[in-house]
């Protein structure tokens, strides 16, 4: 008979192998068997939990999605102002875990992979519209709905080119230079705001 809790802790290391398997081959092509090995169990029970492959990945961009959505949350229960909130996000986007190289490979072959799966597509959507809305609503609070969503625009796209950048290693700011960028992004608008 089955440990009660197992399942949970077999799916969590499949999860956990899966992120760290895609960080060091750098891509998708890496078989649930080694996957499994990883995770200290059967490729026919991974099957058996996630179904195919391609779930084991949406599984594991979930659980980076998640720790992001907490991170966000309590970065942003410290703001009072709009303006904290935004950089809350920004802060929360470029924190030091997001950077790590096998969280960074998975973002890069989720968006690849977003390109060929309508699931995983559905998925990275899901993200873009939440990271722009939060954005967009507290930069609704300081700029016009036009500037707003122009500087929401701007913001998202610099913290996913940081991703990118960083995993081209040689043309990547350090990691606390991006996030100074990226302020230094909301410093121009909101000086330009300022201004009589």
Same mark, same amino acid.
């Given at each position: 008979?089955?440990?009660?809790?197992?399942?949970?802790?077999r799916r969590e290391a499949m999860i956990e192998a899966t992120i760290i398997e895609i960080g060091q081959?750098?891509?998708?092509?890496? &078989?649930?068997?080694?996957? !499994?090995?990883?995770?200290?169990?059967? &490729?026919?029970?991974?099957?058996?939990?996630?179904?195919?492959?391609?779930?084991?990945?949406?599984? !594991?961009?979930?659980?980076?999605?998640? @720790?992001?959505?907490?991170?966000?949350?309590?970065?942003?229960?410290?703001?009072?102002?709009?303006?904290?909130?935004?950089?809350?996000?920004?802060?929360?986007?470029?924190?030091?875990?997001?950077?790590?190289?096998?969280?960074?490979?998975?973002?890069?072959?989720?968006?690849?992979?977003? /390109?060929?799966? !309508?699931?995983?597509?559905?998925?990275?959507? @899901?993200?873009?519209?939440?990271?722009?809305?939060?954005?967009?609503?507290?930069?609704?609070?300081?700029?016009?709905?036009?500037?707003?969503?122009?500087?929401?625009?701007? /913001?998202?796209?610099?913290i996913d080119g940081f991703y990118i950048r960083h995993a081209l290693q040689e043309v990547s700011p350090p990691r606390e230079e991006g996030h100074?960028?990226?302020?230094?992004?909301?410093?121009?608008? /909101?000086?330009?705001?300022?201004? &009589?």
């Amino acid at each position: 008979m089955p440990k009660l809790g197992m399942e949970k802790i077999r799916r969590e290391a499949m999860i956990e192998a899966t992120i760290i398997e895609i960080g060091q081959a750098g891509n998708l092509n890496v &078989p649930v068997s080694q996957i !499994a090995r990883r995770a200290g169990i059967s &490729p026919a029970l991974a099957h058996h939990y996630f179904g195919s492959k391609e779930q084991i990945f949406l599984a !594991a961009m979930r659980h980076i999605l998640v @720790i992001f959505g907490e991170s966000v949350r309590e970065k942003l229960k410290k703001a009072s102002s709009a303006e904290e909130r935004v950089r809350a996000i920004i802060e929360a986007s470029l924190e030091r875990q997001q950077f790590d190289r096998d969280v960074v490979s998975s973002w890069l072959n989720f968006y690849v992979k977003s /390109l060929h799966s !309508a699931e995983t597509s559905r998925l990275l959507r @899901i993200y873009s519209r939440r990271l722009h809305s939060n954005l967009l609503f507290n930069l609704r609070q300081i700029f016009d709905d036009g500037t707003a969503e122009k500087v929401a625009q701007g /913001l998202a796209s610099m913290i996913d080119g940081f991703y990118i950048r960083h995993a081209l290693q040689e043309v990547s700011p350090p990691r606390e230079e991006g996030h100074a960028l990226v302020n230094d992004y909301l410093d121009l608008w /909101l000086a330009r705001e300022a201004r &009589p």
